[in-house]
């Protein structure tokens, strides 16, 4: 009896801990440049070309939340061109969002042309009403850092 509920125990320790490790991870992954989809809950600055290319371009957006009480930082890479384009390094700031925490992908991607991708950081509650700003920077090939215009959010409107 004693080793039937041992084997028992082991199952289901076994079997969350899988659940664990190969479940789908939400868009928020840490460290990887991912595909998107925007949205009427996208609130983004202005899109402008990158020091690689006029056919690469950028921005920040801060994604809400359906209900308003949570948003994220995301920076978006368009590569409108034909050439791939390595993305070396993005990074997402927002002071009220993160604390002054900045979030970064650095895992090398490679963006085709026609293709586009976003840094994500962290879904995190609003602390209130008011504005929240949010930017990007961007380190593709072998030039230096590039950053988008800055995205500003009032969760009170």
Same mark, same amino acid.
């Given at each position: 009896?004693?080793?039937? *509920? ?17 479940? $789908?991870? %939400? ?16 609130? /983004?600055?202005? $899109? ?17 939340? %359906?209900?308003?009480?949570?948003? *994220? ?26 604390? =002054?925490? @900045? ?11 026609? #293709?586009?991708? =976003?840094?994500?950081? %962290? $879904?995190?509650?609003?602390?209130? /009403? =008011? ?12 030039? #230096? #850092? @590039?950053?988008?215009? %800055?995205?500003?959010? @009032?969760? /009170?409107?």
């Amino acid at each position: 009896m004693k080793l039937r *509920q041992t084997l028992k125990f082991v199952a289901a320790v076994a079997a969350t801990t899988a659940l664990m490790l190969f479940s $789908t991870s %939400p868009a928020s992954a840490a460290g990887e440049w991912q595909t998107y989809k925007s949205n009427s809950n996208w609130h /983004c600055g202005s $899109t402008s070309a990158t020091h690689v290319s006029n056919n690469v371009v950028f921005q920040t957006c801060i994604v809400v939340t %359906p209900d308003g009480t949570k948003g *994220q930082v995301v920076l978006v890479v368009s590569n409108r061109g034909t050439k791939d384009l390595a993305l070396k390094v993005g990074m997402v700031q927002s002071d009220e969002l993160y604390a =002054g925490n @900045d979030h970064v992908c650095n895992v090398t991607y490679f963006l085709a042309g026609g #293709e586009a991708r =976003g840094c994500f950081g %962290p $879904t995190v509650a609003f602390h209130g /009403c =008011g504005y929240y700003w949010g930017n990007g920077s961007l380190w593709a090939n072998a030039l #230096e #850092e @590039d950053s988008t215009f %800055p995205v500003r959010y @009032d969760n /009170c409107a």
